[in-house]
Nanobody, 124 residues
Framework: QVQLVESGGGLVQAGASLRLSCATS????????MGWFRQAPGKERELVAA????????DYADSVKGRFTISRDNAKNAVFLQMNRLKPEDTAVYYC?????????????????WGQGTQVTVSS
């Protein structure tokens, strides 16, 4: 049984930092591209950052470039999202995602497994 469990969300003020973690089990982590998506109220779920399984290539949404960093630890089957200089518009539920697709960065339709999500709220 595949599980993706996010942690690290919370309520912070603008300018603060948070680090999200996603612990995985039951999947061939080293062969999975991993991504973080987010969904704000009334908006579609969007890709924030992704990291390729084969060479560690990363991709970021323009809105987070230079502020967020995705990383993975294949030995621990975990993926992380370091979020710095947070803004109120970063407020959303953040979802960890695993994709076996060769398409990179993964689109929503490429995602094979989702986590349950963790809330990030940034106050102004």
């Amino acid at each position: 049984q595949v599980q993706l469990v996010e942690s690290g969300g919370g309520l912070v003020q603008a300018g603060a930092s948070l680090r999200l973690s996603c612990a995985t089990s039951g999947l061939t982590f080293s062969r999975s591209s991993m991504g973080w998506f987010r969904q704000a109220p009334g908006k579609e779920r969007e890709l924030v950052a992704a990291i390729n399984w084969s060479d560690g290539t990363t991709d970021y949404a323009d809105s987070v470039k230079g502020r967020f960093t995705i990383s993975r630890d294949n030995a621990k089957n975990a993926v992380f999202l370091q979020m710095n200089r947070l803004k109120p518009e970063d407020t959303a539920v953040y979802y960890c995602a695993a994709s076996f697709s060769s398409w990179f960065p993964p689109r929503r339709l490429d995602v094979n497994f989702w986590g349950q999500g963790t809330q990030v709220t940034v106050s102004s």
